[in-house]
Structures are given as structure tokens and as C-alpha cells.
């Protein structure tokens, strides 16, 4: 498989939400160092953290990862990805944001390989069926519309695709997007010239952008994604989940033990 990749994590240190949330722990671990192992242990390429704010060098030195001061003008996270991205000539750019500590690193393998296979896509992501009613309607859960190929048909803050009562499809599931994008090159470099469009402004999605500029999205299915962090209230629901995953690994790593002493008997 070509890893000509480079994966930048924008840390955007004043967000306007939440200042400084990629410094704030989750079960005494701060956001961006999650997000940080998950990139590396992806093994897709090198990874870069890119911040605008002193803070946030300091502590990718801390943990010996390397950073790069980008400018403070950075309209978004894909800008600031853009900007990092300028030092490389990687293939691929992924943009792993800062706010999605519970990344696994083989969701992005998975979906790096569906952008491999699929040449007319520019851009990769992830989706994963809801399980939690209540995060149909909240507006911080993106929800997805695909095609039957796996290509994006629309993002949104509100439920879609609506489910009419009279439809004959029963229990058809809606998708949480996961807020990650692997870029070839030169999509990015189109991307971040294009104007915000109106449905991105609308919505406040940037890959709508994409979408009404004719680029190709293709999304990997996969079987679950952590809580993402858009305010403070989003720290005590990934508080639960950071020690719901803990109990599963450890009760995972007694089974593996278990099965070898069986098999050494």
C-alpha cells in the first residue's frame, strides 16, 4: 500500500467554544495527545501537530512531537492543514482534527484504502451508524446521506436522510460523520482556493464546499466513533467513554492471555 502521506492535526489553541480544549484532559490525558498517538499509530506517514498558539508548541516539544507554528489568519483547520502542508510533497494530506481524541488508528487506515480504490474521489472520511437516538437531533452530531457506492451526497447538523412514515424502508440508519479528511494533494490545494460556499455557510460544514464544487467524497463504514470535543459539556461524555474503551482493552487483553495459556496446555 503507498503511504505517501502526511497527516497534520490542527490545534487551534483560541477556539472560540472552547479555548484551549486540545490542552484539556480526558482522563488525565489531554485531547491532543490522543489524537497524537492515534495519528502515529495509524503508520501512515509522518505526523505534524500545526497551532497558532505558543501553548500548544510547548507541549507537542513535551512529547517530542513535531510542530509548526502556523499563522493566526487561518480561517479554518483545513487552512492551517494547507499551510503545514506547503513544507511537504506528499501525496496525500490527511487533516486530523484536533478535536477527536478517540480516533482509531485503523478508521483511518480504512479509509485511506476505500481514497486508494476509488480514483474518482478526491477526499476520504468515515461514517458510523448511530446507535443513540439522541444524537440524531443534536445539531454537534453530523449526519451523512451516502450513495450506495459509498460517496457523500450531503452532510448536515439535521437528521437526514428524513425518514417519512410512509416509507416502505423500515429502520433504515442514520450515519455520524467523523470529522477527519484525507486529501490528495492537489484537491487540497483547489479546496482551499474555492470561496466558502452557501451551503457551508448555512450549515457551517466545510465539506459542503466540496461537494458544490463537484468533489468527490467516499466514506468508510466503520463500527464506532468516540465523542468529539465542541465544548466543555463534551468532556464528561468522553470522561464515560475513555473508561468504557479502558474496561473493554483490558478485559480484551485477559481473554487473549486466557486463549494463550489454553493453547500452550
Same mark, same amino acid.
Given at each position: 500500500?503507498?503511504?505517501?502521506?502526511?497527516?497534520?492535526?490542527?490545534?487551534?489553541?483560541?477556539?472560540?467554544?472552547?479555548?484551549?480544549?486540545?490542552?484539556?484532559?480526558?482522563?488525565?490525558?489531554?485531547?491532543?495527545?490522543?489524537?497524537?498517538?492515534?495519528?502515529?499509530?495509524?503508520? /501512515?506517514?509522518?505526523?505534524?501537530?500545526?497551532?497558532?498558539?505558543?501553548?500548544?508548541?510547548?507541549?507537542?516539544?513535551?512529547?517530542?512531537?513535531?510542530?509548526? /507554528?502556523?499563522?493566526?489568519?487561518?480561517?479554518?483547520?483545513?487552512?492551517?492543514?494547507?499551510?503545514?502542508?506547503?513544507?511537504?510533497?506528499?501525496?496525500?494530506?490527511?487533516?486530523?482534527?484536533?478535536?477527536?481524541?478517540?480516533?482509531?488508528?485503523?478508521?483511518?487506515?480504512?479509509?485511506?484504502?476505500? &481514497?486508494?480504490?476509488?480514483?474518482?474521489?478526491?477526499?476520504?472520511?468515515?461514517?458510523?451508524?448511530?446507535?443513540?437516538?439522541?444524537?440524531?437531533?443534536?445539531?454537534?452530531?453530523?449526519?451523512?446521506?451516502?450513495?450506495?457506492?459509498?460517496?457523500? &451526497?450531503?452532510?448536515?447538523?439535521?437528521?437526514?436522510?428524513?425518514?417519512?412514515?410512509?416509507?416502505? &424502508?423500515?429502520?433504515?440508519?442514520?450515519?455520524?460523520?467523523?470529522?477527519?479528511?484525507?486529501?490528495?494533494?492537489?484537491?487540497?490545494?483547489?479546496?482551499?482556493?474555492?470561496?466558502?460556499?452557501? /451551503?457551508?455557510?448555512?450549515?457551517? &460544514?466545510?465539506?459542503?464546499?466540496?461537494?458544490?464544487?463537484?468533489?468527490?467524497?467516499?466514506?468508510?463504514?466503520?463500527?464506532?466513533?468516540?465523542?468529539?470535543?465542541?465544548?466543555?459539556?463534551?468532556?464528561?461524555?468522553?470522561?464515560?467513554?475513555?473508561?468504557?474503551?479502558?474496561?473493554?482493552?483490558?478485559?480484551?487483553?485477559?481473554?487473549?492471555?486466557?486463549?494463550?495459556?489454553?493453547?500452550?496446555?
Amino acid at each position: 500500500m503507498d503511504k505517501n502521506c502526511l497527516i497534520v492535526i490542527p490545534a487551534r489553541y483560541n477556539s472560540q467554544r472552547f479555548p484551549g480544549k486540545v490542552l484539556a484532559p480526558i482522563a488525565g490525558k489531554p485531547v491532543l495527545l490522543w489524537c497524537y498517538e492515534a495519528a502515529v499509530r495509524a503508520e /501512515l506517514g509522518e505526523v505534524l501537530i500545526a497551532t497558532e498558539d505558543s501553548r500548544v508548541m510547548a507541549f507537542a516539544k513535551s512529547i517530542g512531537a513535531k510542530a509548526v /507554528l502556523t499563522s493566526a489568519r487561518c480561517q479554518s483547520g483545513t487552512d492551517r492543514v494547507f499551510e503545514a502542508a506547503k513544507r511537504t510533497n506528499k501525496s496525500f494530506i490527511i487533516n486530523f482534527q484536533g478535536d477527536e481524541p478517540f480516533m482509531r488508528a485503523e478508521t483511518l487506515v480504512k479509509a485511506f484504502r476505500q &481514497l486508494l480504490g476509488d480514483r474518482a474521489c478526491s477526499i476520504g472520511t468515515a461514517c458510523a451508524r448511530i446507535r443513540n437516538g439522541a444524537d440524531i437531533k443534536n445539531p454537534n452530531c453530523v449526519k451523512i446521506a451516502m450513495s450506495s457506492k459509498g460517496r457523500a &451526497l450531503y452532510f448536515s447538523r439535521s437528521p437526514i436522510p428524513f425518514h417519512h412514515p410512509l416509507s416502505e &424502508l423500515k429502520n433504515y440508519p442514520f450515519y455520524k460523520h467523523c470529522g477527519f479528511y484525507i486529501y490528495r494533494r492537489q484537491a487540497l490545494a483547489s479546496f482551499v482556493k474555492l470561496p466558502p460556499s452557501p /451551503l457551508e455557510k448555512l450549515e457551517r &460544514l466545510e465539506q459542503l464546499r466540496a461537494l458544490e464544487n463537484g468533489m468527490g467524497i467516499t466514506v468508510a463504514e466503520v463500527r464506532e466513533l468516540g465523542p468529539a470535543i465542541d465544548t466543555p459539556a463534551d468532556i464528561k461524555a468522553a470522561e464515560r467513554f475513555a473508561r468504557r474503551r479502558c474496561a473493554e482493552q483490558v478485559t480484551s487483553h485477559k481473554s487473549q492471555v486466557t486463549s494463550r495459556k489454553f493453547v500452550r496446555k
